[in-house]
């Protein structure tokens, strides 16, 4: 009978698998564990992210339907460029565009899409808005908007609103 601590070393073995294979076995169920989870988390999220955001597209609107131009400017990214943003509200405001905001009651998310962006400069998210604006005593206009994570709140980039008539304005 051979003896193994003389002559020969036989790796030992866990259930016919070496300590390496083990390792690494262990180290891939823990990173896919570890991405599955991130995305998963994200996934739940969405609908929380969803209502978050689109009480910052509630308030734009309810803040141009009352005619406060300058803290319907501060609903907007710090990313966007702040004098473009100006123009915008006040062609938002315009007296063709206040169709757009007059009677304003509500709006209603049909759709949302959240992205999360992950790099070097940026770790954040995106999301895409889409829905219906309801006015009072009026046909529904329809909107989409799309909006950045900034420090932890939802912020404006960009806004399409269009009124029962079927006409279009941007922001």
Not at 114 to 119: E, K, M, S
Request: glycine share 8%; proline share 4%; net charge negative.
């Amino acid at each position: 009978m051979p003896d193994d601590s003389a002559g020969t070393r036989a790796k030992r073995k866990f259930f016919g698998l070496t300590p390496l294979t083990i390792s690494v076995v262990v180290s891939v169920t823990v990173l896919v564990a570890t991405l599955y989870g991130g995305w998963v988390t994200d996934f739940l999220n969405q609908d929380v992210q969803t209502a978050d955001a689109s009480k910052v597209v509630n308030r734009f609107m309810a803040l141009m339907s009352a005619k406060d131009l300058v803290a319907a400017e501060t609903l907007f990214s710090e990313d966007t460029n702040p004098d473009e943003v100006h123009r915008g509200i006040l062609l938002f405001a315009g007296e063709g565009n206040r169709v757009l905001f007059d009677g304003y009651r509500s709006l209603k998310v049909e759709t949302h899409h959240v992205t999360h962006l992950q790099g070097y400069i940026t770790n954040s998210h995106l999301i895409d808005l889409v829905g219906t604006v309801q006015y009072v005593e009026r046909p529904d206009g329809r909107f989409r908007a799309q909006l950045v994570k900034e420090s932890g709140n939802w912020a404006l980039l960009g806004v399409f609103v269009t009124p029962p008539n079927n006409g279009a304005a941007t922001r």
